[in-house]
């Protein structure tokens, strides 16, 4: 069983996610990516799309404007310029 991945999703404003989860799809501008625990490093740009966190059988969506996702050994942060959470 894989482990978890460090999350957190920051706006301008504040903190929207910060939690352990199974997986996160982002949308890269160069290329929508997924990310799960133990991922290589990276940093790249983000486009305006959604973001998923998927957690046990539960799936959150936020809406981003862009930003930058960076993965590093402790997980993945993603400082996006707007975000906000889709109702489910």
Do not use: C
């Amino acid at each position: 069983m894989a482990g978890k991945l460090h999350f957190s999703l920051v706006s301008p404003e504040r903190e929207l996610f910060s939690g352990d989860v199974d997986q996160v799809d982002a949308p890269g501008t160069e290329g929508d990516f997924g990310v799960l625990a133990d991922h290589a490093p990276f940093m790249t740009t983000l486009k305006v799309g959604q973001v998923k966190v998927y957690n046990g059988g539960a799936v959150k969506v936020f809406e981003i404007e862009g930003g930058f996702a960076d993965v590093t050994p402790e997980g993945l942060t993603i400082l996006a310029e707007q975000a906000t959470e889709v109702a489910a």
